[in-house]
């Protein structure tokens, strides 16, 4: 099979090794405590419980009335113990739910629901009622991914196993732990998008399952669905990288993958989607990748959402000393936390406990104006001239040189000489432009309602 890719992207060190070989164990906090954020992914939520009271395991505790809504759940039977600020991952602190176990395993699950006979309206509904977004990283709301617009085809849907961030495994482990649950929710995320075709996305480097997953394929007789190999390059898990390695389309600048035809899912919003319909369970739990240098026990772990990271230290996750950097995610795209105190969310795919010589700790130096990160560059910006646009404070030609279409993969940050935290500097144009895009739109509705 030919392995396809895009232009541009890297080849740092995979570090896959450490935790490639180990199946996904169940674990719980030593505290028997969860610290839930109330907002996970899609329009703000408010708390539906109140503090003493009792909740079972995926019971709605948090939910909003926005199309782009999606509930959270109690992950675990037990009382309420708080609702109050606590550290999430980004550093910033969000208003989360702090459930105490009871020790009984009570649930309030809904009913299996057959995504193929029941109403599409019904079968996006159950999504959303089951709290599904997208759990590779950007946490998107599944229900609104999968209802297509009117004047929109989508022809295939891309199971994105690629897996393209060192160290992390999860997504590999569910591709042969769980093969077919992701067939499942890839059959039913075809009929609800009206898709014709199903990719499995995957990088050679995990070749040796491509011959398992057809054998699942085949047991289901879904002769529309198939495996596609990938070039091992990172970012090859991003939406435009794999649309364009995948079906040689582009999306275009400011658009959905919807716009090119396509819808992606991750691996593990698949499993999630499979578990809604077939058992009626919402996205309670999730599996993630405990790995770096610094970790004594990396494992694939599957834990109820809300866990403190803390909380597995040191019961489920030893650590050597020396622990230089602790990294929500993968060590492209995460985020670096100061502590482990944070908790498990529905798209934290890994978390690193990382050495010395496994981070870079070198100052920033001026740019030298090398082109580097032109030429890595895989949505083929110039991420020299973003950066030195923000840094003047010129959004308008930052936005104009590709500020808006960055994914923010770090691929120039990765390669630049100079140590140009490019990526913080992007992120910080961003988050300027959407403060004036909200004063515009806050001073429009002031003038309107004169």
Known sequence: MKSLTFKGGVHPPENKELTSAYAIEEAMPSTKTVVIPITQGGAPNVPCVSVGNSVAKGQIIADGTGAFSVPVHASIAGIVKKIEPHLVTGNTEALCIVIEADG?????????????????????????????????????????????????????????????EPYLTIDERSLLEETDKIVDGLAISMHLTGAKRGIIAIEDNKAYAVEHIEKVIAKT????????????????????????????????????????????????????????????????????????????????????????????????????????????????????????????????????????????????????????CVDVCSCRLTPVMMMRSVKADNLEAAIKYGLLDCNECGTCAYVCPAKVRLVQYFRLGKTKHREIMAKKAADGKKGADK
């Open 221 to 372: 007789g879904k002769s529309d669905i198939s495996v596609q190999l990938l070039k091992t390059k990172y970012p090859q898990g991003g939406e435009k990288m794999l649309v364009k390695a995948v079906l040689g389309r582009e999306i275009p600048s400011g658009k959905l993958p919807a716009d090119a035809g396509c819808v992606i899912q991750n691996a593990g919003t698949l499993i999630a989607m499979s578990d809604a319909f077939r058992l009626g369970k919402p996205l309670v739990d999730r599996a993630l990748t405990i790995s770096g240098g610094c970790c004594e026990t990396p494992k694939n772990l599957r834990v109820p959402l809300g866990t403190l990271i803390g909380d597995l230290i040191p019961e489920v996750i030893k650590l050597k000393p020396g622990v230089k950097k602790i990294i929500s995610g993968g060590p492209m795209m995460g985020f670096s936390m100061m502590n482990a105190q944070f908790p498990v969310q529905k798209n934290t795919s890994g978390v690193l406990f990382l050495s010395e010589k496994e981070v870079s700790l070198a100052a920033e130096t001026p740019c030298i104006g090398c082109g580097n």
């Open 104 to 164: 009984t395993d009570r649930t309030s699950y809904l009913p299996p629901l057959d995504p193929y006979s029941c109403e599409k309206a019904a079968a996006i509904e159950r999504v959303r009622q089951c709290g599904i977004v997208g759990m590779g990283g950007a946490a998107f709301p599944a229900h609104v991914k999968l209802n297509v617009p009117a004047d929109k085809t989508v022809d295939c849907v891309i199971a994105n196993a690629a897996e393209c």
